[in-house]
């Protein structure tokens, strides 16, 4: 019964000395001195910070991609035991977190991502050949998905990636649609011959070519996106608490996280009412967040330039929090600054008056120019000074995304432009800094040219009360006290999600040029390198170099790339095939492939983007062949002076262009050709009717 156990165990495994080799070498490169040095260095002190972020569940933003990547390091420092309380205020500090790498930066798990998306096709690509839709065909085209949703989710340079993938999966599929050989059903090929099976095969060609397609778009496109989604969503469960990146994000935003604005509007009321004390925040936020301000300063009566003003209360948008941020809205047709009970909610398209709450003074405009906008009105707070100035502050609510013509203005919510009645001039921040005499805040001015939705026009309550006193020592009052009503209003994820990208690209297209960018052509040239961290006493420092040798030689290996597809797409072009036919096939996209892996090992972008381009060519030039006929692979050479061609004087018609049956010698036969040449024909011995100017290649031998 145990005789089993008797018998010898044998284990066999095959060892791949090379990958072992390069593994240990990886290792070591990587764990030895970990530790030093122990100090901050280049743009861990961004990277660190946003660990300690996570750690203690506080929003950021990074522009510099997605928070996949983020996230990856954040798991380093939670399975080392970091928790969050270490100051990364400047490089050179010490650092004793140990991560996945030498250093705390994306791009090594950038590259791991890059590679495992290549190889991840290419082994699904080997599986197509001999076993499609089996398990391990499956895991390799779900791995590639994953892997460039992966990429793209750490730094948008995983985009490069992606697309390489995409295009080398678009050109493999375009090959499948013409492929005639594929069935899903396993059809039998002698019950395919006859006509009555004929219509059925086309048919399961038909299904299993849109089976192919479809698993590819499920894995290549769906996939990653849904993958990019849950990136977002795991970032923003992790990160709900208020923090320093707040006052980027809209107000609606800012009221979703815990403490900060939410702490400051829990209780506001949603409807905004005739005699509402509200803080106006401009939707778009540039150069810096800020709120509709004004304070007992007037505009000088000349200003440096010459020009003159009127003289009025000065209106601003100022980026801090302040209590001369309050405006009453008024109801034109009453006097009353006091919520009236019911209160009567303000709606699309109604008339009002917006008063500054410290001053009673109000919000008007008028034919004067801007202080530093002077094709634009000048905006200020009215101060009736008995001239020939009479006030012009009636103004015309207009809800952005509203529903309907008949919505109700809503806190936080709504987006709302204000248009000047008397002389249709739009609310506007400039985003231009006022002088001294403005105290540096920044213009807002009367916009007489509206071009559409500007997020520089549009504005939101972000602070809101019902005012009860009309007495202006009591009102001062309210406008420091907190609301009573409570009202919920959590953004749904996907708006957040919007929202995130959406500032994420933005601030990516502001940046100011760093001081240690660098243009692509300087990527190959290596005349760019970073000083990352140098000691406080001695001369050892990090400092970025690429390696000259494998540089160059990568550099020179994809410019002779594209020369040589150059060349061999020329060669082709005029029918001399160097490579056979089927290598030609496969060849594009192979050489895409080697091309997309130099680019994620190097960083050369713009060198292989040239690169590829010359195997799309290629590809383009076998993809432009005309259709041979009955199921030829070669294009027919022209057909030489001396062959029998049909009578021009025949009668016109299918049959003029007809040949009789012609015996086609066996592979290899040679012919006696005059002037002493040869003849070989490689063509099996069958019965070919055809046009005589689709004759079969003949290739002439000396």
């Given at each position: 019964m145990w005789g089993?156990?008797?018998?010898?165990v044998?284990?066999t495994a095959?060892?791949?000395?090379?990958l072992v080799?390069?593994?240990g070498m990886?290792?070591?490169?990587r764990l030895?001195?970990l530790?030093y040095?122990?100090?901050?260095?280049?743009?861990e002190?961004?990277?660190g910070?946003y660990i300690?972020?996570?750690m203690k569940?506080?929003?950021?933003?990074?522009d510099?991609?997605?928070?996949?990547?983020?996230?990856v390091?954040?798991l380093?420092g939670?399975l080392g035991?970091?928790?969050?309380?270490?100051?990364w205020?400047?490089?050179?500090?010490?650092?004793?977190?140990?991560?996945q790498?030498?250093?705390?930066?994306?791009?090594?798990?950038?590259?791991f991502f890059?590679l495992?998306a290549v190889?991840?096709?290419?082994?699904?690509?080997?599986?197509?050949?001999?076993?499609?839709?089996?398990?391990s065909w499956?895991?390799?085209?779900?791995?590639?998905?994953?892997?460039?949703?992966c990429?793209?989710?750490?730094k948008?340079?995983?985009?490069?990636?992606y697309v390489?993938v995409?295009g080398?999966a678009?050109?493999?599929?375009?090959?499948?649609?013409?492929?005639?050989?594929l069935?899903?059903v396993?059809?039998?090929?002698?019950?395919?011959?006859r006509?009555?099976?004929?219509g059925?095969?086309?048919?399961?060609?038909?299904?299993?070519?849109?089976?192919?397609?479809?698993?590819r778009?499920v894995?290549?496109?769906v996939?990653p996106?849904?993958?990019y989604?849950?990136f977002?969503y795991?970032?923003l469960?992790?990160?709900?608490r208020?923090g320093p990146?707040?006052?980027?994000?809209?107000s609606?935003f800012?009221a979703?996280?815990e403490g900060g604005?939410?702490?400051i509007t829990?209780g506001q009321?949603?409807?905004?009412a005739f005699g509402?004390?509200?803080t106006?925040?401009?939707v778009?936020?540039?150069?810096?967040?800020c709120w509709l301000h004004s304070h007992q300063?007037t505009?000088?009566?000349i200003?440096?330039n010459?020009?003159g003003?009127?003289?009025?209360q000065q209106v601003t948008?100022y980026?801090f929090?302040?209590?001369?941020n309050w405006w009453?809205?008024?109801?034109?047709?009453?006097h009353?600054l006091v919520v009236s009970?019911p209160p009567?909610?303000?709606?699309h398209?109604?008339?009002?008056?917006?008063v500054h709450g410290?001053t009673t003074?109000s919000l008007n405009?008028?034919?004067?120019?801007?202080?530093?906008s002077?094709?634009s009105?000048?905006v200020s707070c009215?101060?009736?000074?008995?001239?020939?100035?009479p006030?012009?502050?009636l103004?015309?609510?207009e809800i952005?995304n509203r529903g309907?013509d008949?919505d109700?203005?809503?806190?936080i919510?709504?987006?709302v432009?204000?248009v000047h009645?008397n002389t249709?001039a739009?609310?506007?921040?400039?985003?231009a800094?006022?002088p001294?005499w403005?105290?540096?805040q920044l213009?807002?001015?009367?916009e007489k040219?509206?071009?559409?939705?500007?997020?520089?026009?549009?504005?939101?309550?972000?602070?809101h009360?019902y005012g009860?006193?009309?007495e202006?020592?009591e009102?001062?009052?309210e406008l420091h006290?907190?609301?009573?009503?409570?009202v919920?209003r959590?953004l749904?994820f996907?708006?957040?999600?919007?929202?995130?990208?959406?500032?994420m690209?933005a601030l990516r297209?502001?940046?100011?040029e760093?001081?240690?960018s660098?243009s692509?052509?300087?990527?190959?040239?290596?005349d760019t390198?970073?000083?990352?961290?140098l000691?406080?006493?001695?001369s050892?420092?990090i400092?970025?170099?690429g390696?000259i040798?494998?540089?160059?030689?990568g550099?020179?290996?994809?410019?002779?790339?594209a020369?040589l597809?150059?060349?061999y797409l020329?060669?082709?072009r005029?029918?001399?095939?160097d490579l056979?036919?089927?290598?030609e096939?496969?060849?594009p996209?192979?050489?895409?492939?080697?091309?997309?892996?130099?680019?994620?090992?190097s960083?050369r972008?713009l060198?292989a983007l040239?690169?590829?381009?010359?195997?799309?060519?290629?590809?383009l030039?076998?993809e432009?062949r005309p259709?041979?006929?009955?199921?030829e692979d070669?294009?027919?050479?022209?057909l030489?002076a001396?062959?029998?061609?049909p009578n021009?004087?025949?009668?016109?018609?299918p049959?003029?262009h007809q040949r009789?049956?012609?015996?086609?010698?066996a592979?290899?036969?040679?012919l006696?050709?005059?002037?002493?040449?040869l003849v070989?024909?490689r063509?099996p011995?069958?019965?070919h009717t055809a046009?005589?100017?689709?004759?079969r290649q003949v290739t002439l031998?000396?």
């Amino acid at each position: 019964m145990w005789g089993f156990l008797k018998r010898p165990v044998v284990v066999t495994a095959d060892i791949n000395l090379s990958l072992v080799a390069l593994t240990g070498m990886g290792l070591l490169s990587r764990l030895w001195r970990l530790t030093y040095p122990r100090a901050v260095v280049f743009d861990e002190v961004y990277y660190g910070q946003y660990i300690s972020f996570y750690m203690k569940q506080i929003f950021f933003l990074d522009d510099s991609g997605p928070p996949f990547g983020h996230m990856v390091l954040a798991l380093g420092g939670y399975l080392g035991g970091f928790d969050g309380n270490f100051l990364w205020n400047r490089i050179g500090a010490e650092n004793a977190l140990i991560t996945q790498s030498r250093l705390m930066l994306l791009e090594s798990v950038l590259i791991f991502f890059n590679l495992l998306a290549v190889l991840s096709y290419l082994k699904f690509f080997n599986c197509q050949k001999h076993s499609p839709f089996s398990l391990s065909w499956w895991f390799w085209l779900t791995l590639t998905g994953v892997a460039c949703s992966c990429a793209v989710g750490i730094k948008y340079m995983g985009v490069f990636t992606y697309v390489l993938v995409l295009g080398v999966a678009a050109v493999h599929a375009w090959h499948l649609i013409g492929d005639q050989t594929l069935s899903n059903v396993g059809a039998d090929v002698q019950c395919c011959m006859r006509p009555a099976c004929m219509g059925q095969m086309r048919m399961s060609q038909g299904v299993c070519v849109f089976c192919h397609l479809l698993a590819r778009a499920v894995a290549l496109l769906v996939i990653p996106v849904v993958l990019y989604l849950l990136f977002f969503y795991v970032h923003l469960i992790l990160v709900f608490r208020s923090g320093p990146h707040d006052q980027i994000m809209s107000s609606a935003f800012q009221a979703s996280l815990e403490g900060g604005l939410a702490r400051i509007t829990q209780g506001q009321p949603l409807e905004v009412a005739f005699g509402s004390q509200v803080t106006l925040r401009n939707v778009f936020g540039k150069p810096v967040p800020c709120w509709l301000h004004s304070h007992q300063d007037t505009y000088p009566m000349i200003y440096e330039n010459g020009r003159g003003s009127s003289h009025q209360q000065q209106v601003t948008c100022y980026p801090f929090k302040d209590v001369n941020n309050w405006w009453i809205v008024k109801d034109p047709r009453r006097h009353q600054l006091v919520v009236s009970s019911p209160p009567r909610p303000v709606r699309h398209g109604d008339m009002v008056q917006l008063v500054h709450g410290m001053t009673t003074r109000s919000l008007n405009t008028h034919d004067v120019a801007a202080p530093l906008s002077p094709h634009s009105q000048e905006v200020s707070c009215y101060i009736d000074y008995n001239i020939s100035m009479p006030a012009q502050n009636l103004w015309r609510l207009e809800i952005v995304n509203r529903g309907s013509d008949t919505d109700v203005w809503k806190t936080i919510l709504s987006e709302v432009r204000f248009v000047h009645v008397n002389t249709s001039a739009v609310l506007k921040l400039s985003g231009a800094h006022l002088p001294d005499w403005g105290y540096r805040q920044l213009e807002i001015v009367g916009e007489k040219l509206s071009r559409g939705y500007h997020g520089s026009t549009v504005w939101n309550v972000e602070e809101h009360r019902y005012g009860a006193s009309q007495e202006q020592r009591e009102r001062e009052r309210e406008l420091h006290s907190p609301a009573q009503v409570d009202v919920s209003r959590n953004l749904s994820f996907m708006a957040r999600f919007s929202e995130l990208q959406w500032r994420m690209l933005a601030l990516r297209s502001d940046d100011s040029e760093h001081k240690y960018s660098s243009s692509p052509l300087e990527w190959v040239t290596l005349d760019t390198n970073i000083a990352y961290w140098l000691h406080p006493r001695t001369s050892a420092q990090i400092h970025l170099l690429g390696n000259i040798v494998i540089w160059v030689s990568g550099s020179l290996a994809l410019a002779i790339y594209a020369l040589l597809s150059l060349w061999y797409l020329l060669r082709r072009r005029r029918n001399v095939h160097d490579l056979p036919q089927a290598k030609e096939r496969e060849d594009p996209a192979c050489g895409s492939s080697r091309v997309g892996v130099a680019r994620a090992l190097s960083y050369r972008c713009l060198a292989a983007l040239g690169a590829g381009w010359g195997a799309v060519c290629r590809w383009l030039g076998s993809e432009l062949r005309p259709v041979l006929p009955d199921g030829e692979d070669t294009l027919p050479l022209p057909l030489p002076a001396r062959t029998h061609l049909p009578n021009p004087s025949a009668p016109c018609g299918p049959a003029a262009h007809q040949r009789p049956p012609v015996q086609v010698p066996a592979p290899e036969e040679r012919l006696q050709r005059p002037g002493g040449g040869l003849v070989l024909l490689r063509m099996p011995r069958i019965q070919h009717t055809a046009p005589t100017h689709l004759r079969r290649q003949v290739t002439l031998a000396t």
